[in-house]
C-alpha cells in the first residue's frame, strides 16, 4: 500500500528551481526515481482494473500508433490523484511565469481543485489522468494533448516499467518546432520510477528581442523487445 503523505512529501523535496531550470535549457525536466518498484507495481496493477477507467483507445484504429491508452474515471484512484493534486501547486508557479514571458492574458490558480473549477466552467469535466500501455512494436506518434479551449501548459509521466529489463527502446520523444528553423528533436530514457515534466502544447525560449514561442509534440519512440507502461499527468480536465 502507497504511503500517500509519504508520497506527497517526496513530490515536495524536489528541487523544483533546478527543474524549472531544466524546463527553461533543454525544454523539458527529470525527476530522481519517485516511485518504489513496488509502487510502481502497484500502480501498474490498476490497469487491468475495467472498473476504474472511462475510456480506452486502441492506437491502431485511430492511426495515433501502436498500442492502448486508458483515462482513469472519476473518482481518479487516490495514488494518481495525488500526485496530479501536489504536483499542479509548482507547476502551476511555472506556468504563470511562462504566461509572462509570452505576455498571455490567462493566469492559473495556485490549487489544483481551484483549476478544476475553471475546466469545469468551460464544460471540461471528465479526468485526463491515463495510463499507457505498449507491447512488442508499439510507439505513440507524435501529438499534443488537448481536450478542450482550457488546456494546463504542462504535463508529467511516471514509467512504471524497468527500461533494459522489461523492455527495450520506447524512449520518451520531444520535437520542438522552432520559428523559422529546422525542427530539433530529443529522445529521453526515462528510470522506473521517475517522472518527465514538458509542455503541453508551447513553451517560451529566450531570444534576442525577448521570449518567443515553440511549439512543442510529444511521442514514444518503437518499443523494440518487452512491454511498456507509463501513468500520464494531465491536468485540464475533458469534454467527452
Not at 472498473?51 to 473518482?75: C, H, I, W
Not at 515553440?214 to 518503437?222: E, F, I, L, P, T
Amino acid at each position: 500500500m502507497i504511503d500517500l503523505e509519504d508520497l506527497r512529501a517526496r513530490f515536495h523535496a524536489l528541487d523544483w528551481r533546478e527543474l524549472e531550470g531544466q524546463l527553461d535549457t533543454c525544454g523539458y525536466a527529470t525527476t530522481p526515481t519517485l516511485l518504489s518498484e513496488s509502487e510502481c507495481a502497484e500502480i501498474g496493477a490498476l490497469y487491468a482494473r475495467d472498473d476504474l477507467f472511462r475510456k480506452t483507445v486502441n492506437m491502431a484504429r485511430q492511426s495515433y500508433g501502436l498500442g492502448e491508452y486508458r483515462y482513469f474515471a472519476e473518482p481518479v484512484p487516490e495514488p494518481v490523484a495525488r500526485i496530479r493534486e501536489t504536483l499542479y501547486r509548482p507547476l502551476a508557479r511555472i506556468a504563470n511565469r511562462w504566461a509572462e514571458r509570452l505576455r498571455v492574458s490567462e493566469r492559473y490558480p495556485l490549487t489544483f481543485d481551484a483549476y478544476r473549477s475553471v475546466c469545469e466552467s468551460n464544460g471540461q469535466v471528465h479526468p485526463t489522468p491515463l495510463m499507457l500501455d505498449y507491447q512488442r512494436g508499439g510507439f505513440n506518434c507524435l501529438h499534443q494533448d488537448v481536450y478542450g479551449e482550457r488546456a494546463f501548459p504542462l504535463q508529467a509521466a511516471a514509467m512504471l516499467s524497468r527500461p533494459g529489463a522489461e523492455f527495450q527502446g520506447g524512449e520518451f520523444l520531444l520535437v520542438e518546432q522552432r520559428p523559422r528553423m529546422q525542427s530539433r528533436g530529443e529522445a529521453v530514457v526515462l528510470e522506473q520510477g521517475a517522472f518527465i515534466i514538458f509542455p503541453n502544447q508551447i513553451r517560451p525560449v529566450a531570444g534576442s528581442r525577448g521570449h518567443y514561442r515553440v511549439k512543442v509534440r510529444h511521442g514514444v519512440s518503437r518499443v523494440r523487445e518487452g512491454h511498456r507502461r507509463t501513468l500520464g499527468i494531465i491536468f485540464h480536465d475533458a469534454l467527452k
